[in-house]
């Protein structure tokens, strides 16, 4: 796995289980960063790239045996450490957190287009519906192109589902 951060060399202690840990999460086919179990290898490799999960949990206690900074005070985590070190600094970037997703989304809510005026546009030529299942007969009627079969067929899910749509967008 490239571009792996496990943080600095010289605060990692029991690297070698450390590494076989993460081998092995891998080989499950479980992402270290949200834990979730993807379908195929490709596919787990794919989420972590494009979610950039490439560190592990932080929440999961498991991992902090890992680094030294959980030594300096027994039966301290290195949050709370941090924490005494920089007051409420934790609470204060999940505050800095809530409020620029708040800003983005309303942000976005102000780009957003009118409902009205929103049309789907074909994957494979210029031609733009009001709404996508008349863009779904357009693709299977005009190119021959049955998506929705495509989609139950291989069973995909929406994160592959996604990538299938990009797919077609960049061979066209």
Same mark, same amino acid.
């Given at each position: 796995?490239?571009? *792996?951060? *496990?943080?600095?060399?010289?605060n ?7 590494? +076989?840990? &993460?081998?092995?999460?891998? +080989?499950r086919?479980? #992402? ?21 999960? $490439? +560190? ?7 991992? %902090? ?9 027994l039966?301290? $985590?290195?949050?709370?450490? &941090?924490?005494e %070190? @920089? ?5 204060? @970037? ?5 409020? *620029?997703?708040?800003?983005?989304? #309303? ?7 009118? !409902? ?6 074909c994957?494979? #030529? %210029? /031609?733009?519906?009001? $709404?996508?299942d &008349? !863009?779904?007969e357009?693709?299977? /009627?005009?190119h021959?192109? %049955? *998506? ?8 995909? /899910?929406?994160?592959e $589902?996604?990538? !299938?749509?990009?797919?077609v967008?960049?061979?066209?």
């Open positions: 796995m490239h571009h *792996l951060n *496990l943080g600095s060399h010289e990692l202690v029991f690297v070698n289980e450390y590494i +076989e840990h &993460l081998r092995k999460r891998v +080989e086919q479980e #992402c270290i960063r949200c834990e979730k179990t993807i379908a195929a290898r490709n596919a787990l490799m794919n989420h972590i790239r494009k979610r950039n999960h $490439r +560190e592990v949990n932080r929440a999961n206690h498991y991992y %902090d045996k890992f680094y030294i900074i959980n030594y300096l005070e039966g301290k $985590r290195w949050l709370d450490v &941090l924490g %070190d @920089f007051e409420d600094t934790t609470t204060a @970037f999940q505050e800095s957190d809530e409020e *620029l997703e708040a800003e983005s989304w #309303c942000e976005w809510q102000e780009d957003n287009v009118d !409902l009205d005026e929103t049309r789907v546009v994957l494979l #030529c %210029d /031609e733009s519906t009001e $709404r996508g &008349l !863009l779904i357009h693709i299977q /009627e005009k021959g192109f %049955d *998506l929705l079969k495509l989609i139950k067929d291989n069973k995909l /899910e929406t994160y $589902r996604m990538q !299938l749509i990009n797919y967008r960049k061979q066209v």
